[in-house]
């Protein structure tokens, strides 16, 4: 009797991760009982990573918000009260529509704040952004994450486009650079090992010994924000020992002799002096990559988004993107470079967002890293209207953004109205005045790209929202409805939703019966040329970049806070993801929770011992903006000079209620207008 109810429904997973997994979820009368890897999607190969597979724990968390909540005491002190939706939407529409009706650009002191707590199209952008658009809200420059390295892609080989990740598996030489594959990008790893046992050789390049460096033949532990003198002293070595595949620079790149010029600047010596390593490290590197070339065997490189999150991250993954093209690597189609695939997908964003609901109207933009700064600006001719109302959804501010100690003094403006869709009561929950219980992904419909694959998923839901839980897209509907926006767009349902994120470019019963639907993609993008620039070809110089008055190439730009520029904060650290946690998501998860034990430091033995530091014991580390306390352990994954704050905690099940990004700053990157987390210096002391 029970096999007659049980079903098995094909989901997507929805993190903000490269694997973009397919999976199945088990329903019991109702109840979804487990999720597993779905066997029959290639890039998933029926496996998950730990933390997805506990997704009913979370989606059944005792302290999930089954209900809405309104603010029951002062700012951030976390106490609500159960109300209802119609109350709960009725006043946020009412409080929304006073501020919009005082003037033409009143509306722009409305900011939405949402980032990819879910990477899905609909449950993303779609009725919220329409809505935004509507109202005339402020824009939010969503670049948290990606786009210093994004931008770099773009100038320099025309988009978020590369090699096709499943042919690294007959690479003969992988470059890992800035990424943590096991921890972030396992389906990727699968592949890299893949290659290793068919004997290519692995190099990894990342500052921290992480359990991907490990695994690698090589390690290269260099400085954090040094990448782009490692990378132009790659090619120096290349030019000096006439490394080059001259046939392919000629016909497929511009630029060649200004960057041949700046790279001969970066010998060997200086490069190691810049980056902390040995000389012969870098002279291995490129006798390896050099050799490849020679041999006619293919060289890949996963660059991946850790090591732009440093002043210089957009010229330093420009760099990187260059190399390829210097020995012809992507002749082979295992050859080439990687950083995301999301921009081979031909997603109908436009249908989705709607910009034309903006009506001409040009509200001004705010950048999601600098929301401390932002949220406590008055009014000014520069500025605009302060920010007085902010809804929340797909992402934790309060834990995530840079400079906590302002963020959490702009949230604990009593004049700020807040709204946050969420599941749990994160840390940025506890400063709603209103907390509005969303579903999560086994509840809802969405559709789903990929920056690590080629592949488009669906997500179809498996079980009925829990509690009073509803979709972003139905509160945003009936935010809609209660703000007079009549255009049937804002009543849209979520499975026609789906259907228009890629219109005729996929086939949708194809998504329905197999949950996946892989994209029709050269094997090898740019053997010959083609490069979606507007010259067609790898730009080593990009004029659009000379006309605004930068450097047309790339080069190497030392961090804001460079490493041995200070002799008050002497450690550099960086804040690389923890590998159960997803950003701060699962931190909550207590089987999670208790595999990543507490907030960790990784320090190394020589830092360890001249402050008189004992291994396991609870540390303060600080600098001018702030300090948080947490366990340091002295280990071989910490370079001397460098510590490893390992992210992202809540803030509240931290030691002190506080986290690594007490520390961190809300500079901006060379290119992109992107974060600088692993910029940053501290001190270290016993706490
Ligand atoms: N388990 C898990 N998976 C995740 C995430 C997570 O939090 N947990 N986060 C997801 C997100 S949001 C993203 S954007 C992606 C990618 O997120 P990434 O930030 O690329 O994550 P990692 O692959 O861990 O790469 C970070 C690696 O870069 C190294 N690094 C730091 N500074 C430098 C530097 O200056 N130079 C070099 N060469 N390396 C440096 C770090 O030591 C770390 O090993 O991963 C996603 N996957
Ligand atoms: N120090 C330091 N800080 C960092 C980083 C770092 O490496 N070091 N990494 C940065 C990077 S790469 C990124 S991408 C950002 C990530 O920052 P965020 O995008 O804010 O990611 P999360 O912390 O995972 O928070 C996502 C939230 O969305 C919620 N959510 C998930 N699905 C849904 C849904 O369907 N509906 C609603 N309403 N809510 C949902 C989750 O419950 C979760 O609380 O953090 C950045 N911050
Ligand atoms: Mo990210």
């Excluded at 119609?86 to 929304?96: F, H, K």
């Excluded at 786009?147 to 100038?155: I, K, Y």
């Excluded at 005729?504 to 194809?510: G, S, W």
Aim: charged content about 20%.
């Amino acid at each position: 009797m029970a096999a007659a109810l049980t079903t098995t429904v094909l989901g997507a997973c929805p993190h903000d991760c490269p694997d973009t997994c397919s999976f199945v979820t088990t329903v019991q009368e109702g109840v979804a009982v487990k999720v597993q890897g779905n066997p029959a999607h290639p890039q998933t190969d029926g496996a998950l990573c730990t933390k997805v597979s506990r997704y009913t724990e979370r989606t059944y968390h005792p302290k999930r918000i089954l209900q809405p909540l309104q603010r029951n005491g002062p700012k951030g002190s976390g106490q609500f009260r159960p109300v209802s939706w119609n109350v709960a939407l009725g006043d946020i529409a009412a409080r929304l529509q006073a501020i919009a009706a005082r003037g033409a650009d009143a509306a722009q002191a409305i900011l939405p704040y949402s980032y990819a707590g879910t990477m899905g199209l609909v449950q993303g952008e779609s009725i919220a952004a329409r809505f935004f658009n509507q109202l005339g809200a402020s824009q939010l420059d969503r670049t948290i994450c990606s786009s210093a390295g994004g931008e770099a892609v773009a100038l320099t080989l025309g988009g978020k486009v590369g090699m096709r990740v499943e042919y690294f598996a007959e690479s003969k030489l992988i470059l890992i650079w800035g990424s943590n594959s096991i921890g972030s990008n396992l389906h990727f790893w699968r592949l890299a090992q893949e290659a290793k046992r068919r004997g290519a050789k692995l190099i990894c390049i990342d500052p921290q010994r992480s359990e991907t460096a490990d695994k690698c033949h090589e390690h290269i532990a260099l400085l954090p924000g040094t990448d782009a003198a490692l990378a132009l002293g790659l090619m120096h070595e290349l030019i000096q020992n006439d490394w080059l595949d001259h046939d392919y620079l000629e016909r497929y790149s511009v630029g060649w002799e200004g960057l041949r010029e700046r790279a001969l600047c970066w010998p060997p010596e200086r490069v190691a002096e810049v980056c902390g390593i040995a000389a012969q490290q870098l002279r291995d590197l490129s006798h390896d990559y050099g050799q490849c070339l020679v041999n006619g065997h293919p060289a890949a490189i996963r660059v991946n988004y850790g090591m732009q999150r440093v002043r210089g991250g957009g010229n330093a993954v420009r760099a990187i993107a260059c190399l390829p093209a210097l020995i012809g690597a992507w002749r082979h189609r295992a050859g080439g470079v990687l950083l995301s695939s999301s921009a081979s997908f031909p997603v109908q964003r436009a249908a989705l967002e709607r910009p034309d609901l903006l009506a001409g109207r040009q509200p001004r933009t705010v950048n999601m890293n600098t929301i401390g700064d932002d949220l406590l600006r008055s009014t000014s001719a520069e500025f605009g209207p302060a920010i007085e109302a902010l809804l929340v959804y797909n992402s934790n501010p309060l834990a995530v953004a840079p400079d906590s100690s302002r963020v959490v003094q702009g949230f604990s403006r009593e004049d700020l109205f807040t709204v946050v869709l969420e599941h749990f009561q994160t840390d940025t929950a506890d400063y709603a005045d209103y907390i509005l219980p969303a579903t999560t992904q086994l509840e809802h419909w969405d559709v789903h790209l990929s920056y690590g694959h080629t592949d488009v998923l669906l997500n179809r839901p498996a079980i009925a929202p829990v509690g009073q839980t509803k979709t972003n897209t139905q509160i945003f509907r009936e935010l809609s409805q209660r703000m007079g926006f009549t255009d049937p767009c804002f009543a849209q349902d979520d499975e026609s939703l789906c259907r228009m994120a890629y219109g005729d470019a996929i086939d949708f019963n194809e998504l329905l019966q197999k949950g996946f639907a892989t994209l029709k993609l050269p094997e090898a993008p740019f053997a010959n040329g083609g490069f979606p620039t507007p010259s067609g070809k790898c730009e080593f110089f990009s004029a659009r970049l000379a006309a605004q008055g930068k450097d047309g190439l790339p080069d190497h730009i030392p961090n804001y806070e460079a490493f041995g520029s200070s002799a008050q904060f002497p450690l550099a650290m960086i804040s690389p993801p923890a590998r159960n946690f997803l950003n701060s998501t699962f931190v909550n998860v207590q089987s999670l929770r208790d595999i990543e034990g507490e907030p960790l430091l990784e320090m190394n033995a020589v830092d360890a011992t001249m402050r008189g530091l004992a291994s396991g014991s609870v540390v303060r580390v600080f600098n001018a903006r702030g300090d948080y306390r947490c366990r340091m352990e002295v280990s071989t994954r910490a370079r001397p000079g460098v510590v490893n704050g390992m992210g992202i905690w809540w803030r509240k099940l931290g030691l002190d209620g506080k986290n690594v990004n007490q520390l961190t700053s809300q500079k901006l990157t060379d290119l992109g207008r992107a974060p600088t987390f692993y910029d940053c210096l501290v001190e270290v002391e016993a706490g």
